[in-house]
């Protein structure tokens, strides 16, 4: 990408268009890095915005270098040492930084583009971890995550989640404050531990994940940015821990959903369900990768894991190129797998949607009754929209309508609100 900066006002465009793709690519590895230098990651972000700064101010004139990545690192690292030096503190951590330096200096690009692929894979790895730690609360680390490892903005949160920008930019603050006031090491943890907080960075790609597929609240039904987010950090996350079958599962699962993205809503952006849905707008680029990651999770033993059964339950979608061929009896043995490794009513919800497919809706209106007993589902939306679908086949419509209107009072979302009215106000 050298040689952009021609001083013109198109070469200037060209070069700001150049580094804005290399940050969004670049940011998370820089702040990694300097996060394991200086042991602080607010610190850490400081100093790698301060490196965008100067490759703003250079890069114009200069041109984007060949190795954009390892000259941010770099420009930080010198932010780092000047910090420390005019602090007269950490005379250490200074020493280690002033020989790093030295030795890069041998063969500048060489040796930092060496260096980066030794260390920014682990480094990267580890602010995952750090960022998704159990110490926070699920809505911090969602934030923490977005903002580290995704590179969005606070507005750009606050956005995404509906939420105010004050609330999320303390959301953040609170949550970096409290991984340093717990001493949460900077590292990749190992033995049990690994086990759960890969469970924890997992939880979160699939919370953001599923917030951007069905937005619980808002004017859209949904928020592709997320989705988004949330696939491209799994393939950082896959690249990073290959042998781990849930998190290539869980990509898989991400991919084989979002490949229907284009055909889940209209021209007015309602939704429309599965069943109707136009399925030559299915991305098979991406159904195909989905597939794939499916295989390589099956491969490494996580055929049980629940990201790759749901993944699995997918593939099933997937592969139908008609609705009617769709497997429903395999998708429903599927959720009753999925509900005996990880119990849920909303899973035993699906698994009943499911039988209403394959054996019709009288075999499984029993199933939804019994959950109505469930406190965990007492408010939830979906529940009643399901219920109101079956007795609608069933041909009690007077009972339907009023599972819709009660669905379309539960929901915060404006698009399934209108849906669900226009449901329980269909012509019998």
């Given at each position: 990408?050298?040689?952009?900066?021609?001083?013109?006002?198109?070469?200037?465009?060209?070069?700001?268009?150049?580094?804005?793709?290399?940050?969004?690519?670049?940011?998370?590895?820089?702040?990694?890095?300097?996060?394991?230098?200086?042991?602080?990651?607010?610190?850490?972000?400081?100093?790698?915005?301060?490196?965008?700064?100067?490759?703003?101010?250079?890069?114009?004139?200069?041109?984007?270098?060949?190795?954009?990545?390892?000259?941010?690192?770099?420009?930080?690292?010198?932010?780092?040492?000047?910090?420390?030096?005019?602090?007269?503190?950490?005379?250490?951590?200074?020493?280690?930084?002033?020989?790093?330096?030295?030795?890069?200096?041998?063969?500048?690009?060489?040796?930092?583009?060496?260096?980066?692929?030794?260390?920014?894979?682990?480094?990267?790895?580890?602010?995952?971890?750090?960022?998704?730690?159990?110490?926070?609360?699920?809505?911090?680390?969602?934030?923490?995550?977005?903002?580290?490892?995704?590179?969005?903005?606070?507005?750009?949160?606050?956005?995404?989640?509906?939420?105010?920008?004050?609330?999320?930019?303390?959301?953040?603050?609170?949550?970096?404050?409290?991984?340093?006031?717990?001493?949460?090491?900077?590292?990749?943890?190992?033995?049990?531990?690994?086990?759960?907080?890969?469970?924890?960075?997992?939880?979160?790609?699939?919370?953001?994940?599923?917030?951007?597929?069905?937005?619980?609240?808002?004017e859209d039904w949904m928020r592709p940015q997320l989705c988004?987010?949330?696939?491209?950090?799994?393939?950082?996350?896959?690249?990073?821990?290959?042998?781990?079958?849930?998190?290539?599962?869980?990509?898989?699962?991400?991919?084989?959903?979002?490949?229907?993205?284009?055909?889940?809503?209209?021209?007015?952006?309602?939704?429309?369900?599965?069943?109707?849905?136009?399925?030559?707008?299915?991305?098979?680029?991406?159904?195909?990768?989905?597939?794939?990651?499916?295989?390589?999770?099956?491969?490494?033993?996580?055929?049980?894991?629940?990201?790759?059964?749901?993944?699995?339950?997918?593939?099933?979608?997937?592969?139908?190129?008609?609705?009617?061929?769709?497997?429903?009896?395999?998708?429903?043995?599927?959720?009753?797998?999925?509900?005996?490794?990880?119990?849920?009513?909303?899973?035993?919800?699906?698994?009943?949607?499911?039988?209403?497919?394959?054996?019709?809706?009288?075999?499984?209106?029993?199933?939804?009754?019994?959950?109505?007993?469930?406190?965990?589902?007492?408010?939830?939306?979906?529940?009643?929209?399901?219920?109101?679908?079956?007795?609608?086949?069933?041909?009690?419509?007077?009972?339907?309508?009023?599972?819709?209107?009660?669905?379309?009072?539960?929901?915060?979302?404006?698009?399934?609100?209108?849906?669900?009215?226009?449901?329980?106000?269909?012509?019998?």
């Open positions: 990408m050298a040689g952009l900066g021609d001083g013109t006002t198109k070469g200037r465009q060209e070069t700001d268009r150049a580094i804005a793709a290399v940050w969004r690519v670049e940011q998370a590895r820089v702040i990694a890095g300097l996060t394991r230098m200086v042991r602080d990651i607010s610190l850490a972000e400081e100093l790698a915005q301060e490196a965008l700064m100067a490759a703003l101010k250079n890069w114009p004139e200069a041109g984007v270098p060949h190795n954009p990545g390892a000259w941010l690192m770099q420009a930080g690292k010198r932010k780092a040492i000047d910090y420390f030096r005019h602090r007269k503190m950490a005379a250490g951590k200074l020493e280690t930084l002033g020989r790093e330096m030295e030795d890069e200096r041998l063969d500048a690009e060489t040796a930092i583009h060496e260096q980066l692929d030794d260390e920014v894979g682990d480094d990267l790895l580890r602010l995952i971890f750090t960022s998704c730690h159990p110490v926070l609360p699920p809505e911090s680390r969602v934030a923490l995550t977005l903002r580290l490892i995704g590179g969005l903005t606070t507005e750009e949160i606050a956005r995404a989640f509906l939420a105010n920008d004050t609330t999320i930019g303390q959301r953040i603050v609170r949550a970096k404050r409290t991984i340093a006031e717990a001493g949460v090491p900077f590292e990749v943890p190992r033995g049990t531990e690994r086990e759960e907080r890969v469970a924890s960075v997992l939880g979160v790609l699939y919370l953001i994940f599923n917030e951007g597929y069905s937005a619980t609240a808002g988004e987010e949330a696939m491209r950090m799994g393939r950082i996350l896959v690249s990073l821990i290959p042998e781990e079958p849930e998190a290539h599962g869980l990509l898989a699962l991400m991919e084989l959903q979002h490949a229907r993205v284009r055909a889940r809503t209209n021209a007015a952006g309602e939704p429309v369900l599965l069943p109707d849905q136009n399925r030559a707008l299915w991305d098979q680029m991406m159904i195909r990768r989905g597939l794939d990651g499916l295989a390589k999770a099956q491969r490494l033993g996580g055929i049980a894991g629940p990201y790759t059964l749901q993944a699995a339950i997918a593939a099933c979608h997937g592969r139908a190129r008609k609705a009617e061929e769709t497997d429903w009896r395999q998708i429903a043995a599927l959720y009753g797998l999925l509900n005996q490794v990880t119990p849920s009513p909303v899973i035993e919800l699906n698994r009943a949607v499911a039988v209403s497919m394959a054996e019709g809706p009288a075999a499984a209106l029993p199933l939804v009754d019994a959950l109505k007993a469930s406190p965990a589902l007492e408010n939830y939306h979906l529940l009643y929209g399901v219920r109101g679908d079956m007795l609608r086949k069933l041909g009690r419509h007077t009972e339907a309508n009023l599972e819709f209107r009660r669905a379309a009072e539960l929901t915060r979302n404006a698009r399934e609100k209108a849906f669900l009215e226009g449901r329980a106000a269909e012509a019998i």
